[in-house]
């Protein structure tokens, strides 16, 4: 046996330091969105829930997050059965839901939509993008997905768009490429039969969200604002500040269900 796997995370590593300059443009829309006292909403469907999790509840996780998270869309883990894969990939193919979730929320100026798609081409998350760009087009809108699988496979969505086209269009449109190859998986087994296993879309994509983590502390920090970002609690650290960290999180998702400064959305 011979393992190969780690030598592919070269592959994130360079992939993500080649997107330096974008991902400090992202992160300034981050800290304009967070300085504001506003939010940074990150939507997913599907395993990409893992990445907005990582964003919004997490060591080192900054407040000012929002999930945009549906259970119907993102609960699938027990893999058969009345909450199963199979239903839950159904339920991703159904145009219109993008306009359903946004309408639960109020957004203000300039606060940000990312969604996460591992391959850019799902109908769910291809939706919500184009109905984010609808609404509110002078807001940024972020991707995380495969640059490659979005801009070359076919788009599902009856627009014919995938995440790279809607970005792409956008007035403030920034893709964030997970460098995953095409298909995801990155690694070929050959035996007695010849499988391919080891998907790296999560992995660029955490990377990704923890490198926005770390250029937008710092560009809040250059701004002389001072930020709640959680710390390890289990340590028993007297710095620890789960407590006020908790507690502007509560302030900020409020202002999502009923904002003052509440942008009117284009409706056609």
């Given at each position: 046996?011979?393992?190969?796997?780690?030598?592919?995370?070269d592959?994130?590593?360079?992939?993500?330091?080649?997107?330096?300059?974008?991902?400090?443009?992202?992160?300034?829309?981050f800290?304009?969105?967070?300085?504001?006292?506003?939010?940074?909403?990150?939507?997913?469907?599907?395993?990409?829930?893992?990445?907005?999790?990582?964003m919004?509840?997490?060591?080192?996780?900054?407040?000012?997050?929002?999930?945009?998270?549906?259970q119907?869309?993102?609960?699938?883990t027990?893999?058969?059965?009345?909450?199963s894969?199979?239903?839950?990939?159904?339920i991703?193919?159904?145009?219109?839901?993008g306009?359903?979730?946004?309408?639960?929320?109020?957004?203000?100026?300039?606060?940000?939509l990312?969604?996460?798609?591992?391959?850019?081409?799902?109908?769910a998350?291809?939706?919500i993008?184009?109905?984010?760009?609808?609404?509110?087009?002078?807001?940024?809108?972020?991707?995380?997905?495969?640059?490659?699988?979005?801009?070359?496979?076919?788009?599902?969505?009856?627009?014919?768009?995938?995440?790279?086209?809607?970005?792409?269009?956008?007035?403030r449109?920034?893709?964030?490429?997970?460098?995953?190859?095409?298909?995801?998986?990155?690694?070929?087994?050959?035996?007695?039969?010849?499988?391919?296993?080891?998907?790296?879309?999560?992995?660029?994509?955490?990377?990704?969200?923890?490198?926005?983590?770390?250029l937008?502390?710092?560009?809040?920090?250059?701004?002389?604002?001072?930020?709640?970002?959680?710390?390890?609690?289990?340590?028993?650290?007297?710095?620890?500040?789960?407590?006020?960290?908790?507690?502007?999180?509560?302030?900020?998702?409020?202002?999502?269900?009923?904002?003052?400064?509440?942008?009117?959305?284009?409706?056609?």
């Amino acid at each position: 046996m011979n393992l190969t796997f780690p030598l592919q995370l070269d592959r994130i590593r360079d992939g993500v330091l080649a997107q330096q300059s974008r991902l400090i443009a992202v992160a300034k829309c981050f800290a304009d969105a967070i300085a504001a006292g506003g939010l940074v909403h990150v939507y997913a469907n599907g395993h990409s829930r893992v990445t907005v999790e990582e964003m919004c509840v997490r060591m080192g996780a900054l407040t000012g997050f929002h999930p945009l998270l549906a259970q119907a869309l993102a609960n699938f883990t027990d893999v058969v059965g009345a909450d199963s894969l199979r239903l839950n990939q159904a339920i991703e193919r159904v145009e219109g839901l993008g306009a359903k979730i946004l309408d639960e929320f109020e957004f203000a100026s300039g606060e940000p939509l990312v969604v996460v798609s591992a391959t850019g081409q799902t109908q769910a998350a291809v939706d919500i993008a184009i109905e984010f760009n609808r609404r509110y087009p002078d807001n940024p809108l972020i991707t995380i997905t495969s640059l490659q699988q979005s801009r070359e496979a076919p788009p599902k969505h009856s627009s014919g768009k995938t995440l790279y086209h809607v970005v792409n269009g956008a007035k403030r449109g920034f893709l964030l490429d997970n460098c995953m190859p095409m298909g995801d998986v990155a690694v070929t087994v050959e035996g007695n039969q010849t499988y391919r296993v080891c998907p790296l879309s999560n992995i660029g994509a955490l990377t990704l969200v923890h490198s926005l983590n770390e250029l937008t502390i710092q560009e809040l920090d250059s701004r002389g604002i001072k930020h709640h970002v959680l710390q390890n609690m289990h340590l028993g650290q007297t710095q620890v500040n789960y407590d006020d960290w908790l507690s502007d999180q509560r302030g900020r998702y409020a202002r999502a269900l009923s904002n003052p400064n509440r942008l009117t959305p284009i409706r056609e």
